[in-house]
């Protein structure tokens, strides 16, 4: 492998703190109408099933919101380095005033699918771009000044937006939700259009690779069909389903090629071949995928495994978020005040193996205080890979590739947990097949559950293990200065 190309590009001139927090303020916004976004409706589907009639196909307003995000991620990372942040920021909240109105006045289940498909394309902007703007404003040094500012907004989303949900659709009705939307994105639109005036420019010009974007993009489409339909709507075997994954490696191998060929490919042989770019995606595609799919996974344990009431498994959920958002936190004023900050991670990981273990061990004999303080062991084990697969990516990004690169890592993360969701999925189907009856028939069969998840949590630890630990680059340093850049 080749060594990354060191470029010395002078650093423009340094925001004062009070410009910076104005931004960070700004960019709250729009960060958290996505995060809610993602969460509010789950809690209201039975609603708007009951009201559309159509239970069958409940499943696509979740489904749909998630595919069109997850292909839309990188696009909007390297239009940005294009055009700048704060225009494609604007388009990202148009998408979501767009797809609010369409859900709203939605009279069938068709016509809702199509708006979460537009709100789907505005929430793989927001976070992603508000991600790649704090890396612009602040360096890895100053970050953790900042970060309690998106870390304690996405806690709050994760806590309010299923709570929200619930109450609209049982004492209002489920398009309250999206009305809901429409102030919040107007002010959105409102304070990004003035404040990000502010942001400094690094892009430059480049050319938009049409074609390896269109096999990027519809490669990861086929992909996340596979896994989603895969043990639900067909069989694993089947026809179908085979079929996904084999056009989704044509065209994998298709973008192998372009990314080779293009004289600017969309994703940079400079990005895709640096060791610390890879391996920090993976350790976020595994560990950021298991903690999503515990997330869905946990409430299914308590309420078909244990029999314990919605309430109790929400107490677990609100668990392991809340311990994955405090680790967060911390481990980002850690990691850059260490010189081996990669232990902090390495540690942490083990503190999950070792709670994962136990409920392997023993799944269905636990105390309820036990089984919560474990899942809170699970979120604080797994915790600090959201920073530091963001923060290693972008210490040795340019800044006019933050855009692609940290939309390349969140389109991967988004895909890690759709395959890890999808597998969890498939055990405890598997499980209930053997048993010729439900997964209440085996509740075992969520020993192998987090037997598994253990398994991508080795596959985490291995990745971050391989990350080289390069200092972080302080304030007024130079791109080129002390680590070697993209």
């Not at 000044?145 to 709050?156: K, V």
């Not at 209002?172 to 999206?178: A, K, N, P, Q």
């Not at 209930?432 to 192998?448: C, H, I, K, L």
């Amino acid at each position: 492998m080749s060594a990354p190309e060191i470029t010395a590009l002078p650093a423009p001139p340094p925001l004062d703190h009070a410009t910076v927090r104005a931004i960070m303020v700004a960019i709250m916004f729009p960060m958290f109408l996505g995060a809610l976004d993602s969460t509010i409706v789950a809690t209201a589907l039975p609603a708007i099933a009951t009201s559309l009639n159509d239970f069958d196909n409940i499943s696509w307003v979740v489904t749909a919101y998630l595919l069109a995000a997850t292909v839309a991620t990188p696009l909007y990372g390297k239009l940005s380095d294009i055009h700048g942040r704060r225009t494609m920021m604007l388009i990202a909240i148009g998408f979501v005033l767009a797809g609010s109105l369409v859900s709203a006045n939605s009279r069938d289940l068709g016509t809702l699918v199509v708006g979460r498909v537009l709100q789907g394309l505005g929430g793989a902007g927001v976070i992603p771009l508000a991600q790649a703007i704090v890396a612009e404003i602040t360096t890895p040094m100053e970050r953790p000044r900042y970060q309690g500012y998106t870390s304690a907004m996405f806690m709050s989303s994760t806590l309010i937006g299923p709570v929200l949900g619930g109450v609209i659709s049982d004492y209002l009705h489920w398009s309250v939700i999206f009305w809901l939307n429409l102030p919040l994105t107007f002010i959105a639109f409102a304070v990004v259009a003035i404040v990000l005036r502010k942001l400094p420019r690094h892009d430059r010009p480049h050319k938009l690779d049409i074609l390896g974007a269109a096999l990027m993009m519809s490669a990861g489409l086929a992909l996340m069909l596979a896994m989603t339909w895969g043990g639900r709507r067909y069989p694993w075997l089947s026809p179908q389903v085979l079929g996904l994954f084999g056009v989704s490696a044509l065209l994998w191998a298709g973008f192998g090629w372009r990314v080779v060929r293009a004289p600017e490919p969309f994703v940079p042989l400079s990005i895709l071949s640096n060791k610390i770019v890879r391996n920090a995606t993976a350790a976020s595609f595994f560990g950021v995928g298991t903690i999503i799919g515990l997330t869905i996974l946990i409430p299914l344990y308590l309420k078909i495994g244990l029999g314990l009431s919605a309430t109790l498994a929400g107490a677990a959920v609100i668990a392991l978020q809340g311990g994955a958002t405090v680790t967060s936190i911390a481990s980002t004023f850690l990691i850059v005040r260490m010189v081996h900050y990669m232990r902090v991670p390495l540690f942490a990981v083990a503190i999950a193996f070792v709670a994962l273990t136990v409920l392997v061990i023993e799944p269905l004999a636990l105390p309820l205080w036990m089984i919560l303080i474990l899942v809170t062991m699970i979120g604080i084990g797994v915790g600090p890979m959201f920073p530091i697969s963001i923060i290693t990516i972008q210490n040795v990004v340019a800044p006019r590739q933050l855009g692609i690169a940290t939309g390349v890592m969140g389109f991967f993360r988004t895909l890690g947990g759709t395959f890890i969701v999808a597998a969890f999925g498939a055990i405890m189907l598997g499980g209930a097949e053997m048993q010729a009856g439900t997964v209440a028939a085996d509740p075992n069969v969520f020993r192998w559950v987090f037997a598994a998840a253990i398994g991508c949590l080795l596959a985490a630890f291995a990745a971050c293990w391989g990350i080289e630990e390069l200092p972080f680059r302080g304030p007024g340093e130079l791109i080129g200065e002390t680590t070697p850049r993209l």
